[in-house]
């Protein structure tokens, strides 16, 4: 009962994160009690009655087995390389079903901009009125032209208001992504639905005659925010793909390796999303001129394209 006992406890505190081992002499002792012990729960389970002594031995073997086999903990270098190379790799991999999930909110855009441009009225069947903050089709042209210049807030307003963006944008990113594993059907409905709210909401400003203030309001953030949406959705797409046709490998594994993949495509979208928050939260509400702005937008527009196009080799140590 001792030896199980320390086979249970050594076995917790070498799986912990950074544990290692003080001497060799701990070593063989552990794995010395680990090979015993792993006999000893192979006569118990075939020979002894007991079967609470069976589970409690299974349980320190299983644990002790944790810590001999764990795998080693990735280094932050490798992190960081996988980061740089291997996402834009997964993203050209998969860059059909990204480029579906762009046609689906491109066409839904397109859908509801015509609707609010020929029939203003319709603009609250793709806008919520919660979301839409005043900006309807009866607000004049210098009430929507003042709501895209600069505010007068404090720093830590600025700051509260980004990481509300973040995690409102992250959470709508990761529901299309996650939804994939259901044949892909919610992640098509979220992609429909934010498709028509921007087609109403840009909509709504061109027709006021204020499609300069507007794009430059909105590209900066716009870029990285609907990319991420936009990544995240094709992920999912591909996961609900491969859940109905597996292709030449077994159902299993090919929904195995698109889930590790899409993972891989959503959790690289994160810093999309943080910089996207920081752009609505801060610089949106600057009081900077468009010229700024639009150049703004063609910095993250190049420095992501660049990412994601140009970025191709991919060292051993990621």
């Known amino acids: 009962m001792e030896r199980w006992r320390y086979l249970a406890y050594e076995g917790m505190t070498w799986s912990r994160t950074r544990a290692r081992p003080k001497n060799l002499d701990t070593v063989e002792n552990f794995t010395a009690a680990y090979r015993r012990s792993a006999t000893e729960l192979a006569r118990v389970r075939a020979f002894s009655p007991d079967r609470q002594l069976a ?103 600025e700051i509260g208001f980004s990481a509300f963006l973040f995690q409102n944008n992250t959470r709508v990113a990761f529901m299309c992504f996650a939804f994939g594993i259901a044949l892909g059907l919610p992640t098509l409905y979220l992609l429909i639905v934010n498709g028509l709210m921007l087609g109403a909401f840009t909509a709504l400003f061109v027709r006021k005659g204020l499609a300069v203030e507007y794009f430059a309001w909105i590209l900066p953030h716009g870029i990285p925010e609907f990319g991420a949406i936009l990544l995240c959705g094709g992920a999912g797409l591909a996961m609900g793909h491969r859940l109905l046709n597996p292709g030449e490998l077994s159902r299993k594994h090919a929904m195995r390796k698109a889930g590790m993949d899409a993972s891989i495509i959503a959790m690289g979208c994160v810093p999309l999303l943080a910089l996207a928050g920081l752009i609505e939260g801060i610089f949106r509400q600057s009081k900077v001129g468009v010229e700024v702005r639009y150049a703004l937008f063609l910095i993250v527009t190049i420095a992501i394209g660049a990412w994601l196009i140009a970025v191709r080799r991919q060292p051993q140590a990621a």
């Open 55 to 157: 589970d409690y031995i299974e349980n320190s073997v299983a644990t002790a087995h944790f810590a001999v086999y764990r795998r080693k903990r990735p280094s932050i270098k490798s992190v960081v390389l996988g980061a740089i190379f291997v996402w834009p790799a997964k993203v050209r991999e998969y860059w059909r079903y990204h480029l579906l999930s762009v046609a689906v909110t491109m066409i839904a855009a397109t859908i509801a901009y015509t609707s609010v441009w020929y029939a203003p009225e319709t603009y609250y069947l793709f806008v919520d009125r919660g979301l839409a903050s005043g900006r309807d089709p009866d607000t004049s042209a210098e009430a929507l032209r003042q709501g895209l210049g600069g505010q007068d807030t404090q720093l830590h307003e």
